[in-house]
């Protein structure tokens, strides 16, 4: 990746937040508060009527844990780094994860972008944020809606009967009838070497899901083959929730059974007797989406913007993935609101149709300009930071150019007694544009949850004390970084 080349500049000269134009400040991720004399100084959302009080100190001196905070009142703002950490309530946050859970629950069990459900969700968040006092921007755009419609999977013989099974996320539609089910010589069928050089004309392939490939290439290897379809087995018991990742002109109709209808399936495979059919429908249409923006502004335009993703996959509701990330952004752009005034804004952005290809991020990213792009001092992405599993760390995520964005992270996370590692992620969340576009990017995230993108994705894989701990994180890197440029690049 090319050394970033975004600079927050140490002394810059006051700019009213209110001079922005609306364009600008929508394409910024910023919401320009109701119209201000340009000659005063913007004072930021002030709920309940409060007035905005005097910037509080630059720099944070160490924050106690949370175990060691009094309870906030919840009445006043938080203008130093040490109040907006204090600030952080457990209770709000726990009430953000069971309102976006009953959105799931009401709406099919998911939120997936294009559906009620995560219009319900855009519905919640900019309720939440009109509240605190912002003035609520939204920025539609077009993108590209997948949905597997009908589907079928029958084993026609030996012993027919239907299966079970899931559609692998991004499967092309398919259409196969009495096609034979055929198995490679190595399980992984990660190359054609595996498959023997087997012409697979008109069969349906049969892989394991374990293997050192992609479920994309294990497809795209089968197709190559000839194959019409792929069904891909877990390598342990129980349903298999997968995705293709990205869809793709090489990919074949693909699903996914579990580890005990795989093996019975490759002993038929095994016998060259098992036929099957396998039908998936999809349907690929535009749809209009929304990213929900706000800003708290300050008296620079150079800004630190905080994002996290709205929607969920259609497997489940999403609840780790990714209402702890919206929770942890709604509560500091709660306690955030009405200090100041600050030096630098700060934007909280909500992005849909992360899910379906980081659509939401790449569309904001997209419409800025390069100058508009150089404002932008640091992105900070919240994606799953809340893991049940204590094994699993919550994470810094590394290489943002911004050594010290990460140090505030990370020394805060440990402070409250967080097992945490500096480090690069694996995969891909809304911080890839960002970072495609030489703006620095960072964010707190984990990555080893066995219920991601499945059912059971729900409140009981949910630590809502770990959330406090990484909201508290959030919370110490914009209390210090809305007035102190120079702790970026600090080692």
Same mark, same amino acid.
């Given at each position: ?73 919840? *009445? ?16 709000? +946050? ?59 999977? *029958? ?8 299966? =079970? ?49 992609? +479920? ?172 049940? =599993?204590?094994? =699993? ?62 059912? %059971? ?26 007035? %102190? ?7």
């Amino acid at each position: 990746m090319p050394e970033p080349r975004r600079t927050l500049r140490s002394a810059l000269p006051p700019a009213p937040a209110a001079a922005l134009s609306l364009l600008t400040a929508l394409t910024l991720g910023g919401c320009v508060p109701a119209a201000q004399d340009p000659g005063q100084t913007p004072t930021g959302p002030t709920p309940n009527g409060q007035a905005a009080a005097p910037s509080g100190q630059t720099t944070a001196p160490a924050v106690p844990n949370a175990s060691e905070t009094a309870e906030p009142s919840g *009445t006043g703002p938080a203008d130093t780094p040490e109040a907006l950490v204090a600030a952080v309530r457990q209770d709000a +946050l726990r009430e953000d994860l069971e309102a976006i859970e009953r959105i799931a629950r009401e709406n099919g069990g998911h939120r997936a972008s294009g559906t009620p459900g995560a219009d319900a969700t855009v519905e919640y968040v900019v309720a939440e944020l009109e509240e605190a006092g912002y003035e609520v921007q939204l920025q539609p755009f077009e993108g590209t809606y997948r949905e597997n419609t009908a589907h079928a999977f *029958t084993l026609r013989g030996p012993a027919p009967r239907s299966l =079970d099974y899931t559609v692998l996320r991004y499967s092309p539609a398919i259409t196969a009838q009495n096609a034979p089910l055929r198995a490679p010589a190595v399980a992984d069928g990660c190359s054609s070497a595996d498959w023997g050089g087997a012409d697979l004309t008109g069969a349906i392939a049969l892989v394991s899901v374990a293997g050192d490939c992609s +479920l994309s290439t294990k497809s795209a290897v089968a197709r190559s083959a000839g194959a019409v379809g792929v069904v891909v087995y877990n390598d342990a018991d129980g349903p298999l929730y997968a995705s293709l990742g990205y869809p793709h002109e090489d990919h074949a109709g693909t699903v996914a059974v579990s580890g005990e209808l795989g093996r019975d399936l490759l002993a038929a495979a095994r016998t060259g007797q098992a036929r099957v059919d396998l039908r998936v429908d999809e349907k690929v249409e535009q749809r209009t989406f929304v990213n929900v923006l706000a800003e708290a502004p300050g008296r620079s335009q150079d800004a630190v913007l905080v994002g996290a993703h709205l929607d969920s996959v259609p497997f489940g509701p999403g609840i780790h993935d990714n209402a702890t990330g919206v929770a942890a952004v709604l509560e500091i752009a709660r306690r955030a609101a009405g200090s100041g005034p600050h030096e630098h804004p700060v934007r909280f952005a909500l992005w849909s149709a992360e899910e379906i290809g980081l659509q939401g991020s790449r569309h904001y990213v997209d419409a800025l300009t390069d100058a508009e792009a150089q404002r932008i001092a640091l992105y900070v992405n919240v994606d799953m930071v809340a893991p049940v =599993d204590t094994d =699993d760390p919550v994470r810094v995520l590394a290489d943002s150019g911004r050594p010290g964005a990460e140090r505030l992270l990370a020394d805060q996370l440990r402070r409250d007694g967080e097992t945490t590692a500096v480090t690069e992620s694996t995969g891909w969340s809304d911080f890839g544009p960002f970072r495609w576009a030489d703006i620095p990017a960072t964010g707190l995230f984990s990555e080893d949850d066995a219920a991601n993108h499945t059912p %059971d994705d729900g409140p009981q894989n949910v630590s809502v004390e770990r959330l406090e701990r990484s909201t508290r994180a959030l919370g110490h890197l914009v209390g210090v970084l809305r007035d %102190d440029a120079s702790a970026l690049t600090a080692r």
